[in-house]
């Protein structure tokens, strides 16, 4: 028994034609087919696509394209192409019937569980796909006043009011259900505007009474359109890996009414999904079709966001179209292994980086003698803050299981003292920075007034300025919460009160520190030319290594991460060297300090003070003065050995510019 027919007949002019075919059994039998291989299927969407539409057959056609699509993994261009033109042709014939909807729906439903590429073939099709919804939404609205299809990745809930409706605004809300499908949503209308709550809504907006305007009759037909994601938006703004569009895409529209330039804004909210919580930049944008040349592209003109709480971003707009949210990440998705390594990497570094801080606190403050001088009351100090960003980094990241009131009170008091601690340390680097270029580059005018109180008002002050104002303002303090860690959230708020200050400083670190090496090697050229040059070169070496360490400059290592191409060689530099430097402040300026060993030596031993100056080989060791008038030891090299005796050499590192250690 034939599935198909097609009748002969005659034209005006009684010249014989064929007749439409009539392949309604055809497409059933299609339908109904248990088992096709994907070759089988694009070559029958291709035949669709071909195939004449009517009326008669319409159903039938968008019944066998949803049994067609159901179950497709992956869509080929080839394949996209066809079910485009199949579904343009099946709502270009205008049918009413809700039976047509719910089967347009069902395929689109079945598209965006798919996958499929990109490119401008690709981008036509699915913006042609769009435009079908549109289309038959609109048809539909013709035949029934009131009607909503639910599918897994599209739905649509359309009213008919009277205009009168509008006084006060109208509502929509749609609830999420714990992320199991549209199909199973629940929404509801509200005929005022301010009635539409946001807790625990998916999407939501609020029609301004003002559209009432653009209505040319008293019948308001509305629809609203719910895309579970964002695969039919095919863009080149969303084309890279760092920004994609949120979950839901929302098309609100008024039948045979375009609605711009509102005065008082559409509102509409969105839900953000807790998978994407991590995003650095959200931008509320609409779905423009002339753009691209007419394929259409995301734009933000017209929009704008209002605010962010709770996990809900609410956008003004004033015109009514496709809404939606680009989220911009910048953050890779660590390899579980490679974070694990990190981690590790950073909490063993900072415990041991914790027992010599102590240590070197403890050397220096068990003796008064060995705190005389500027330099030591610096290193001190930023021992100090070091001390207390590890402690905190170690106790206070982590976020914990449970998500209670309590608990999340914690984490942001530990995310707060985390930053504060980090800004203190940079600045405290750049009062080193500040007092090294004194003492080695602008000798004749390194006398500065109270410069330990001008210091400390400065590193451990300003930080508690951008941190104060940072926690107590509610807009930004809501920063400070962070579901993967106790930190602030990578964005704006992060980049200027933490990215910023640490850029700069780190910037006037690295000009003082070309300047001191620059004049570091000229003045050692002309001493002691009896060494060897590679007995000079390893010693500036290890000069240039103590004083980028005493001034942080392998947080650039920090900056190096925001790439997120490299392959992890700049994070686990920046988690060695910065969770070490603690270790390295010990070395270089506790154990390699001959003062510092002869005094705990003469202490350990029950020796009485000697009458020599320590820091120089012999009771009767030389001393000179420097161009600035202040008598200076003769061994002041900060990687000199302890038999070492070099006569007028520079101030090499960081400490006993003038009788301090060295």
């Not at 009414?257 to 953000?272: A, C, D, K, Q, W």
């Not at 991590?278 to 944008?285: D, F, I, L, S």
Request: charge should be negative; proline fraction near 2%; charged fraction near 20%.
């Amino acid at each position: 028994m034939p599935k198909g027919t097609r009748y002969c007949g005659t034209d005006d002019d009684g010249n014989a034609l064929w007749m439409s075919p009539n392949i309604e059994d055809c497409l059933q039998s299609r339908a109904t087919t248990p088992k096709m291989s994907y070759e089988e299927r694009e070559k029958e969407i291709v035949n669709l696509s071909e195939a004449t539409i009517t009326l008669e057959n319409v159903s039938a056609v968008a019944d066998d394209l949803t049994a067609l699509t159901n179950g497709v993994d992956v869509l080929s261009v080839e394949m996209l192409n066809a079910i485009a033109d199949t579904l343009d042709n099946i709502v270009n014939v205008g049918s009413t019937s809700l039976q047509v909807t719910e089967a347009v729906f069902s395929t689109v439903s079945n598209l965006l569980s798919a996958e499929f590429g990109e490119g401008s073939d690709v981008a036509s099709s699915s913006t042609k796909i769009v435009r079908a919804v549109d289309t038959q939404v609109s048809s539909t609205q013709q035949g029934q006043d009131s009607f909503q299809v639910k599918d897994v990745n599209l739905a649509v809930l359309a009213s008919t009011n009277n205009r009168s409706v509008l006084e006060g605004g109208l509502g929509f809300a749609s609830f999420s259900n714990d992320n199991t499908g549209l199909e199973n949503t629940k929404w509801r209308s509200f005929q005022n505007e301010n009635a539409v709550p946001l807790s625990g809504i998916d999407v939501s907006c609020k029609i301004p009474e003002e559209i009432g305007n653009y209505v040319g009759s008293d019948n308001l037909q509305l629809s609203y359109v719910i895309y579970s994601n964002g695969m039919l938006f095919s863009s080149p703004t969303t084309s890279g890996a760092t920004s994609e569009v949120m979950s839901r895409v929302l098309s609100v529209s008024v039948k045979d009414t375009e609605v711009t330039n509102l005065r008082n804004p559409i509102e509409i909210s969105f839900g953000i999904p807790p998978n994407k919580s991590n995003y650095q930049v959200a931008t509320c944008v609409y779905w423009d079709f002339n753009l691209q040349d007419g394929i259409g592209d995301w734009s933000s003109d017209g929009c704008f966001m209002n605010v962010t709480n709770d996990n809900i971003i609410t956008c003004f707009c004033n015109h009514l179209t496709h809404f939606s949210v680009l989220l911009e990440f910048k953050q890779r998705n660590l390899d579980p292994d490679v974070q694990f390594v990190l981690i590790l990497i950073s909490k063993v570094g900072c415990l041991v980086s914790i027992v010599c801080l102590i240590a070197t606190l403890v050397a220096f403050l068990s003796f008064r003698r060995l705190r005389n001088e500027r330099p030591q009351r610096i290193l001190i100090s930023l021992s100090v803050s070091l001390l207390c960003l590890y402690i905190m980094f170690i106790i206070g990241i982590e976020p914990g299981d449970e998500r209670t009131d309590r608990q999340m009170t914690k984490c942001m008091i530990s995310a707060t003292l985390i930053h504060y601690f980090t800004l203190t340390s940079i600045f405290w680097m750049v009062v080193e920075a500040v007092n090294l270029y004194y003492n080695l580059i602008k000798v004749f005018k390194s006398k500065v007034s109270l410069f330990m109180l001008k210091a400390s008002l400065f590193a451990w002050g300003v930080p508690g300025i951008i941190v104060g104002g940072m926690a107590g303002w509610e807009t930004t303090r809501k920063e400070y919460m962070n579901d993967q860690y106790c930190f602030m959230k990578i964005g704006f708020s992060f980049y200027v009160s933490i990215a910023l200050p640490v850029a700069v400083c780190l910037l006037f670190n690295i000009i003082v520190f070309m300047r001191v090496m620059c004049h570091l090697c000229r003045r050692t050229r002309t001493q002691n030319t009896s060494e060897s040059f590679w007995r000079n070169l390893s010693k500036r070496t290890q000069n240039a290594f103590g004083i980028s360490i005493l001034l942080g400059l392998t947080w650039i290592f920090g900056f190096l991460t925001f790439d997120i191409e490299h392959d992890y060689i700049f994070d686990l530099f920046f988690c060695i060297f910065n969770s070490m430097q603690g270790v390295c402040v010990f070395i270089f300026f506790c154990v390699r300090q001959k003062d510092v060993r002869i005094t705990w030596k003469r202490f350990c031993c029950g020796q009485k003070r000697a009458s020599y100056n320590v820091g120089s080989s012999s009771a009767s060791s030389t001393r000179y003065t420097n161009r600035s008038g202040r008598p200076e030891s003769a061994n002041i090299d900060l990687f000199a050995k302890s038999n070492s005796q070099m006569n007028g050499r520079v101030a090499m590192a960081i400490y006993d510019y003038n009788n301090a250690i060295c």
